[in-house]
């Protein structure tokens, strides 16, 4: 991890848990967030981490991927079943089997160790952002809200409310996360509309991305098996599109 600038920024009040078992870059982390003004809670194992998330309940989650009790693929995948929470996968190698696990298991994104501080909190703040996120407006928006106040855009069985940052398929609500929730609204407000990859990374992930673009295809697939897997259609070459 590479020093801090000397005017680290905005403080916020965003609590984080990092679980890292080396001891050195768990403290180098910890100061570093501290100083950007994050309360930073600390876990050296997976099974730790797992008994400090459901003590505390933290805003977001950083969580090394090689860590001792419980792999952070593990550990991700049993904070998946407590909280939507943010959780950033934090890799050593950059291996692409650790990176794809990690997506899979539920993480909304990742960065290589050793990553540079000012990368490190512009993701985490994009995190923090997208999870607090609100559209200033919307497509529904603009044919009127009903009387209750509310502003909804429907393909099919599926309901998108924008206000209230709800979706519903066939009547039932479905629990996604901020990343896919951002994403399914990025689609939702273009449908029939091709979103390239590079597109969706800047719009959803709030960051451009020069290298693999794998988050973003996995994170299509999890909201396809949410939503249905015909309602996003791949488009070789290009990206992917909501269809009509």
Not at 75 to 100: H, N
Not at 118 to 137: G, Y
Not at 179 to 208: I, K, N, Q, Y
Not at 217 to 222: A, F, I, S, T
């Amino acid at each position: 991890m590479t020093s801090p600038p000397t005017t680290p920024g905005s403080a916020t009040e965003a609590h984080l848990l990092l679980v890292e078992d080396d001891e050195v870059i768990r403290n180098t982390v910890r100061m570093l967030l501290e100083r950007y003004g994050f309360t930073v809670s600390t876990a050296a194992d997976g099974l730790s981490g797992l008994e400090m998330f459901r003590e505390r309940r933290p805003d977001l989650l950083l969580l090394d991927v090689m860590l001792p009790e419980l792999d952070g693929i593990g550990l991700c995948r049993r904070i998946r079943e407590l909280s939507l929470a943010p959780i950033l996968m934090m890799s050593a190698r950059g291996d692409a089997l650790d990176v794809v696990s990690g997506l899979e298991a539920g993480a909304d994104d990742y960065v290589v160790k050793p990553c540079e501080s000012a990368v490190l909190v512009a993701r985490i703040r994009s995190l923090l952002r997208r999870a607090s996120f609100t559209p200033a407006h919307s497509p529904a928006d603009a044919n009127g809200a009903d009387d209750s106040g509310t502003a909804t855009m429907t393909f099919g069985d599926l309901t998108i409310d924008t206000r209230g940052m709800e979706v519903h398929r066939a009547g039932e609500p479905l629990a996604l996360t901020p990343t896919e929730l951002r994403m399914l609204l990025e689609f939702a407000a273009s449908p029939g509309v091709v979103l390239e990859r590079r597109t969706l990374l800047r719009r959803v992930w709030d960051h451009a991305w020069h290298g693999d673009t794998r988050v973003v295809d996995l994170h299509v697939q999890r909201l396809r098996a949410k939503i249905g897997p015909e309602r996003i259609e791949t488009v070789r070459g290009f990206g992917y599109k909501l269809r009509r």
